[in-house]
């Protein structure tokens, strides 16, 4: 089974260590560690209907833009079905392109959990 890593919440959204700053791309683990912790704070919304916790964790711009009320409203569907990603704690993430940090100081991880 593989899930999609939803690259937009873990690239952009929840990413807050300051690797960007440094431009240097994390270590294979330290991606894991981030791409996991990503998602379980994602999954922990979806499955509670509470998002305060992933607004505190969004990148200023995002919180800027994006009020828990509206992250509530544009994941409603992963909430209506109980997707629970939980699962990628027992499975390791696949890339499916190099990762980088792009011209914005962003780091873009983008693959799947196999």
């Not at 939803?6 to 791309?25: E, G, I, R």
């Not at 994602?42 to 990148?59: E, I, R, S």
């Not at 828990?68 to 890339?95: C, N, S, T, W």
């Amino acid at each position: 089974m593989r899930l999609n890593l939803l690259a937009a919440v873990v690239s952009a959204l929840l990413f807050t260590v300051p690797a960007s700053a440094q431009n240097v791309v994390p270590n294979e683990q330290l991606q894991e560690i981030l791409i996991k912790t990503s998602l379980l704070t994602f999954n922990d919304a979806n499955l509670t209907g509470t998002y305060a916790v992933l607004h505190a964790k969004l990148a200023k711009p995002f919180r800027d833009q994006f009020s828990p009320d509206k992250l509530k409203q544009a994941f409603k569907a992963f909430a209506d079905k109980k997707i629970d990603l939980g699962v990628i704690v027992l499975k390791p993430p696949v890339a499916t392109a190099a990762s980088k940090i792009d011209s914005r100081g962003v780091l873009v991880l983008r693959g799947a959990i196999a």
